[in-house]
């Protein structure tokens, strides 16, 4: 295992337990220039020689993704400790204790795990895994190994979901593909609400599991309401809100094959139901020539920001789209609004909807506030780990 050197005063971050080491920290190697493989594990150790941490190293700004701040092998042993604690987390939580009323969660979120670079969700007897890191994507093998031996009978299947996520300068020419085990059973269940699960050719792991406590929210406030769920694409507030008792669901997304599979979700849960209708179009046209036709509005685009350069133009967009849905929503109305972008915070959001709120002259009230759920933990040394923000509001 090769050594990283850092420079005097560099190491307080992880003396912190901060997971991330950026390129600006680091001396050098140890035996001098010697030469790293991206995706190699490295030992880390200060200006002194101490002892700091193990990670994967990567090439770019951020160069060591944390996995452990004991000098200890990271092995087969190491793999299954981690899952472990993954598994124990979610059944405290009650999340894989019910498999007939819930199949769906996320087993590994990142940092907040303790695993940097790496995302578990799990479906049914399949668990989807995706690679941010080199280094997890270099693991992949003795992973899945240690998943299912961490599972203990829980999972059948591991599918492999990095095509999208990988850093593309590694030019890994990653395919998807089973791991492990092999299906094309593809329902999983939410909350005693069934869905297809396109890991296949989804975004992400192939459905939003972050969103399950707000679904749930969402349903709560259905009843009898004219429903439109912007950004649909698998249909989840869809589906929740018919359960809900919602009068009408019009589901939108700009990708046909999203609206088609909402349009299977809906019928595997209210086979020829005259209460939902799902369009395939541009959101912000679709909101524009809308009329004053809906009172529950649901905004969940995908990130607008995907790294701070693009931060303004997505206080821009979150602004108008959700001027346009105060514009538009009947007096008395709700609106469920969301940014999933890590680069925009809390405040940032908050400003671009109280502008919004201003520039549509309507008064407009908050019920919730939303964020990710417990099975997204948000690792108390690493706060940028907290990506998902949401308004739930009234709207006069």
Sequence with gaps: MNTLILRRGKAES?????????????????????????????RI???????LAIGHYQIGSISVRVLTFHDEPIDHAFWVRRLRQAFAMRAALGLNTAPERNNIYRLVHGEGDQLPGLVIDVFGRTAVMQAHSVGMHCDREPIADALLEAAEGRLDHVYYKSETTLPFK??????????????TADVACENGLNFHIDWLHGQKTGFFVDQRENRTLLEHYSRDRAVLNMFCYTGGFS???MRGGARLVHSVDASAQAVELTRQNIALNFPDNPRH???????????????????????????????????RNAIKGYTRL???????????????????????NKDQFRLAVFTAAAQSGRHVRILH???QPADHPINIYHPEGEYLKGLVLYVE
């Design 14 to 42: 992880l003396k912190r337990f901060h997971p991330w080491i950026f390129s600006g920290a680091i001396l050098g190697t140890q035996p001098r220039n010697t030469p790293l493989t991206e995706g190699e594990i490295v």
């Design 45 to 51: 150790v200060d200006a002194e020689g101490q002892f």
């Design 170 to 183: 590694a030019d890994l020419h990653q395919q998807n593909g089973f791991l492990r085990g092999e299906t």
């Design 239 to 241: 589906v929740y809100a």
């Design 277 to 311: 209708e799902a369009y395939a179009e541009d959101a912000f046209r679709f909101l524009e020539r809308a009329g004053g036709d809906y009172d529950l509005i649901v905004l969940d685009p995908p990130a607008f920001a995907k790294h701070k350069d693009a931060l």
């Design 322 to 344: 959700n001027a346009i849905a105060f514009r538009k929503i009947r007096p008395g109305g709700i609106v469920f609004t969301f940014s999933c972008s890590q680069a925009v």
């Design 369 to 371: 506030q939303l964020h």
